[in-house]
């Protein structure tokens, strides 16, 4: 096994011809992290982070807000090794995306949910990420009610024991995508339509730009979870890197060997 960073990867990516080609995703599944290591997590998030933690009533959600948010600050650093941990500070935009006080090139987006925590870095330009946990039941109502037309007749088409999982490749696409538009929910999801088969985007309202230059993409990072990204492509193509992670005590976070 390896530390976490630089999570089984040859060198910090340093080079701009690097930065602008590959997007970082880590993802870690919290439900496989024994108690007595999750000591090692307080060492990387701040006083305040670990009080906000402790203002969650359940222990589960209390570990994934410490789980994502020392990823994401762990994650950072790799990427940047002259900067502690702890000393990265946020801002957020109008809609509550976070971003990195005082910088525009470096970006970055967390997402958890039950059994798995995963951050998203990428060079440039903002990037979202979303992961549902697929032991939940699919709330077909909501996208009948929210989603596109395109997208609703397309999941009502699925076969009863696939249309779960239809539901959650849907979810996690529109998902990605407001998120990498820091818009939230600000922004109506009947506005765009995404295909989970294709993952490509069209937009319903002409002023939302050029749908053409957003990308997607879409893992299983675990046999309960499913992940989505989403960018704004540049000039150069750009691939996304999934790495699976776990939790030593007193190490850290660490990549399993492939």
Known sequence: MSSLFPLALEASPRRPSERTRRIFVAALETDRISGTVWDSV???VTR?????AGRFAADM????????HSLKRSMLSWAEPDVHPLAWRFTQGPHGKPSIEGRTDLHFNISHC?????CVLRFGRPVGIDVEWLGRPAPIEVAQRF???AETNWLLRQPGPERHEAF?????LKEAYIKAKGLGLAQPLRDFTVSADTLDMRFEKSEMGDARAWRFHQAFPSAEHILAVAWQEEILQETVEVIPLGLRHGSGWY????
């Open 42 to 44: 307080a060492n990387h």
């Open 48 to 52: 305040a982070e670990l009080e906000k």
């Open 61 to 68: 959600d209390r570990r994934a807000y410490l789980a994502a």
């Open 114 to 118: 039950r059994g798995l925590t995963a």
């Open 147 to 149: 989603f596109s037309d």
């Open 168 to 172: 959650f490749r849907l979810w996690t």
């Open 255 to 258: 990549a399993p060997d492939p």
